[in-house]
Structures are given as C-alpha cells and as structure tokens.
C-alpha cells in the first residue's frame, strides 16, 4: 500500500516552467515504478512520464519529450516532474501515479495507486 500527494501546481503563461514534487508514504518507495498522467477537461486521463525502480529508466510521451523531466529521490520518498517550456495544451489536473509492476504504467486501467491531482493552467 503506498498513498501519494502532490504539490507544485499552478498558474504560469506559456514558456515558464513548473516543477511538480510527489511524496510517498510507506518504505518500499523505492520498488515502485513511479509515473506522472495527466487530464484537461473533457479529454481522457493520459499518461506523460514514468521511472522505472533503482535503475532509473525514463518513458515519456511524445508530446512532452524533450520538454519533460521525470525523476525520483528514493531517500526522500519522493518523484518530481520538472515542466518546461510549458504551452497552453499542457494545462489539466496532474497525477502521481506509483505500481508495482512494469507491465502497464502507461496503462491508466492497470496503473495500482493515484495521487488526488494537482491543476497545473498554462495561460497564452
């Protein structure tokens, strides 16, 4: 059982950056692959990153690659999204998502634990 919270949301125009930050409960943070999706009003929750265990792989969708990074600091229990160049098409709610297995963290369906969400607005 891991319970995940969110924070670093906010209101920025376009081109700044944001970085989110996700605190986990429990100790076997570390055996999680940890991953960010996200969801913009009437559109389907889509996955944006994730981090595989102690070896630290990174997956990224293709419309953050580049632009997105993903990390996790095991002692802190903690996985952070730095944002930058952020556009308008990436404002929508932000969830931390944490699974045991690696088979189907860009699966939202398969994904085991969620955090709650933090809003991120990307202004023009």
């Known amino acids: 059982q891991v319970q995940l919270e969110e924070s670093g949301g906010g209101l920025v125009q376009a081109g700044a950056s944001l970085r989110l930050s996700c605190a986990a409960s429990?100790?076997?943070?570390?055996?999680?692959?940890m991953g960010w999706f996200r969801q913009a009003p009437r559109k389907e929750r889509e996955f944006v990153a994730a981090?595989?265990?102690?070896?630290?792989?990174?997956d990224y969708a293709d419309s953050v690659k580049g632009r997105f990074t993903i990390s996790r600091d095991d002692a802190k229990n903690t996985v952070y999204l730095q944002m930058n160049s952020l556009k308008p098409e990436d404002t929508a709610v932000y969830y931390c998502?944490?699974?045991?297995?690696?088979?189907?963290?860009?699966?939202?369906?398969?994904?085991?634990?969620w955090g709650q969400g933090t809003q991120v607005t990307v202004s023009s």
């Open positions: 998502t944490a699974d045991a297995s690696v088979a189907g963290y860009r699966n939202p369906i398969l994904v085991g634990y």
């Open positions: 981090i595989s265990r102690s070896s630290g792989n990174t």
């Open positions: 429990g100790r076997t943070f570390s055996s999680y692959v």
